[in-house]
């Protein structure tokens, strides 16, 4: 492709760069010319040091950050008519962005507004005309060849499926603040509050070790032990759909296709039985030990390490094996 490929980058509360954003940099790459990248913000104060460097790191050309003084708050429509107005500006050949939840919804307001196809959660792009796409479908359990008709290309890239890597050689990023044309109606959504998850400060998305329950735990109150172990690992806790539909956590710990894309070194999975859907959420993890009693259980073909038992005897064990090593 020789016109400009945009990725949407997507950023910490601290302004760096977000892992999926940095995938989903990685699949632009291969599209051919080093790709340019969209940053959104209340100003057009350039990128810190710290974010440009991560920015040369992933081969980006040129951050094109969009300013406007309701972009402090996220406003879909908003964003993604920001976008829009790039994307015609320079003849965009593609839009790219993470298959997130943010990415997703921005990229469909594109589509919407350009009248355009757009597909979500690929992990290969083939350009040309048509442009050929692999996406992950049904929660993981199958991908799809498709082709798309259109243009620009509009796509999101699957979580955790496209590994984040930097660019052969480092790229020196210039940066093109702009203004959009944002009508008042592009506002009318907008988030008005952020109150953050009671995960004890560490976040699902982000922890290195999540401990997670299933329907096995049997109540919400059985969820102490679970607690008390991701406490210990440092970890968070996540939960199956059945435990969430029970009314025992809350659908912000979910792990699955409905919930949470997780990619932690290690998941630990209790009384979880493996249903796809659940699976497609926590396929990222490096490694997966399953405590279950039943050993026929599916969640046994996808782990690492398994203990057949009841987890409100191993869990407590782990706790106080932990414990013990620590104290001596
Ligand atoms: C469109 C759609 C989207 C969905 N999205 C999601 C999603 O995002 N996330 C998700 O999780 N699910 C999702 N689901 C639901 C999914 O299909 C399963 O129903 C759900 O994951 C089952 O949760 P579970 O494993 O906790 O419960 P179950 O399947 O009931 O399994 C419970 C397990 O606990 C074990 N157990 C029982 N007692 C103990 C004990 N004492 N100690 C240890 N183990 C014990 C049992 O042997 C069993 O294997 C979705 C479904 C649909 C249709």
Known sequence: ??????????RSAEGEIDELSEQALSLARELGEPPDAVLIGETDAPPSAATLQTLGAYGVATAH????PAF??????????????L???LSAAAVIAAGSERGNELLAHVAARTGQPMATNCVAITPGA??????VRWGGSLLEHARLHGAPLLATVAPHAVAATPAPAPADTAVAPFAPEIADADLVVSVIERVPAATGGVSLADADVVVSGGR?????EGFSVIEELAELLGGAVGCSRA??????RPHTDQVGQTGTKIAPEIYIACGVSGATQHMAGCKGAKKLLAINPDGEASIFASADYGVIGDLHQVVPAI????RKARAT
């Open 216 to 220: 096995g735990v049997g109540s919400a």
């Open 87 to 89: 994307a015609e500006r």
């Open 1 to 10: 492709m020789s016109a400009p490929v945009l990725v949407f980058l997507e």
């Open 65 to 68: 950050v969009a300013a406007h």
């Open 130 to 135: 048509p442009t050929e796409v692999t996406r």
């Open 72 to 85: 402090g708050a996220y406003a879909p429509a908003a964003w993604a008519q920001a976008i829009v107005e």
């Open 243 to 248: 435990v969430t539909s029970a009314g025992w």
């Open 319 to 322: 706790s106080a094996e932990l």
